[in-house]
């Protein structure tokens, strides 16, 4: 189940990474 818990939080933790970098690509095209 510890796998599972790892698992999960790495899914999490790309999908933050993924909004950040759509975000931040975001800004760029607005300046």
């Known amino acids: 189940k510890k796998n599972f818990i790892i698992e999960d ?16 690509n975001f800004w760029k095209v607005l300046h």
């Open 9 to 24: 939080y790495l899914l999490i933790s790309m999908q933050e990474i993924i909004i950040s970098i759509k975000e931040k």
